[in-house]
């Protein structure tokens, strides 16, 4: 198996900003014993704005994106080191990939990432992923590294993503609540907006909020998700030998798997250069369980100007997200097309994502 392993600051860190050098060490053990049963493993790892929190105190009172950049730029050697020095102990190599969201904005850069990681695996490496944070600008960030690794997942076709976190997984009602359960397995297309607490804990920037939207995306991808307590001892191969022996929430993955061309095209949402407004039978008809293309015909309007190739959204008559898709058209030659019969369509189906599909 090919198996994507996300964990959070609050695992990864003390409250003082050290790294929480018990945690890392029980988890590089057992990502250590999971690689000696056969399988592949990507780590991506939060902590370094964290960890870099506990190795300075700037000299001047530093805004919210020049503290990040400073943090991140120290947390992460901190972070590496230990990690270098922990797998080293197996002889396990490992490679650093620092990745931001422009990297998964154009297919080219997105199969360029691809190709490293899948390189990196090949030659035995145990890639550990974060965002650059040093790099990123702020409105062009992962809403949190929940939503890189189900990009990562999604793009070097895992077969499973494990997302450690501080409690057992999707609870009923709060977790602090003793009343409520632990969801054990989630089935494709269920609903759990009912269920999911928005409560963000210490010092990532993830929450159950964001953590269940991605696990519900994902594994409606094709791949399973699950979310389990990071300090567990050995959760993570009990998780993988005798999953019934340790708590967690299992996303049971689609039985349709979508392309790899697909799943880029799903995470792709925030780089949709135009928006194509669709009527009432295009809208239809793509609701529908029916494999089709969005031809020019069911168009009503666009919005923004982008070439072929690019991403564009698509709306209902009502406001609302059908989904999202590769343009084989520009945005003049669609507004050319618009409302026309018999034209090539404007987004093939294969090139086509629909969300709540
Ligand atoms: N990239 C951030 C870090 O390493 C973590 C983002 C998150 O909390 O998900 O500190």
Redesign the pocket.
């Known amino acids: 198996m090919r198996i994507v392993i996300k964990v ?2 609050n695992v990864l860190t003390r409250q003082d900003g050290k790294p929480n050098v018990t945690n890392m060490s029980a988890l590089v053990d057992q990502i250590a014993a999971i690689r000696s049963l056969g399988h592949e493993v990507v780590l991506v ?7 870099g929190r506990g190795a300075i105190t700037p000299s001047r009172q530093l805004d919210s994106v020049a503290a990040r950049q400073l ?2 730029s120290i ?2 050697i901190h972070l590496i080191n230990l990690y270098n020095q922990l797998f080293a102990g197996y002889g396990l190599v490992i490679g650093q990939v620092l990745t931001q969201k422009e990297n998964f904005g154009s297919r080219t850069s997105y199969l360029n990432q691809r190709a490293c990681m899948l390189t990196m695996l090949d030659n035995g490496v145990v890639p550990i992923v ?2 650059n ?1 040093t790099a990123s600008l702020t409105e062009l960030m ?1 809403t ?3 939503e ?1 690794s189900g990009l990562i997942a999604a793009m070097i076709d895992a077969d499973t993503l494990i997302i450690l976190s501080n409690v057992d997984g999707i609870y009923t009602g709060s977790p602090a609540d003793p009343s409520s359960r632990l969801i054990p397995t989630v089935a494709p297309g269920k609903d759990l907006s009912e269920y999911v607490v928005a409560a963000k804990s210490g ?4 929450g159950m909020g964001t953590k269940c939207g991605i696990a519900r995306k994902v594994s409606d991808e094709g791949i399973t998700v699950i979310i389990a307590r990071g300090d567990r001892p050995g959760v993570l191969v009990d998780l993988i030998q005798s999953p019934d022996s340790v708590p967690h929430t299992t996303f049971e993955p689609s039985r349709q798997p979508l392309s790899n061309v697909k799943r880029w095209i799903a995470h792709s949402a925030s780089f949709a250069k135009g928006v194509l407004h669709v009527n009432s039978r295009a809208a239809e008809a793509l609701k529908s369980d029916r494999a089709v293309s969005l031809l020019p015909v069911g168009i009503t309007s666009i919005d923004g100007e982008w070439e072929e190739g690019d991403i564009v959204s698509i709306l209902s008559p009502e406001g609302a997200r059908l989904g999202v898709g590769r343009a084989s058209l520009s945005s003049a030659d669609t507004l050319e097309s618009i409302g026309r019969h018999g034209r090539k369509p404007v987004i093939h189906y294969d090139y086509l994502y629909l969300e709540n599909n």
């Open positions: 959070g600051s790892s939060s902590g370094a704005v964290a960890c943090y991140s947390g992460q974060n965002e944070d992962f949190d590294n929940d890189l010092f990532g920037r993830g």
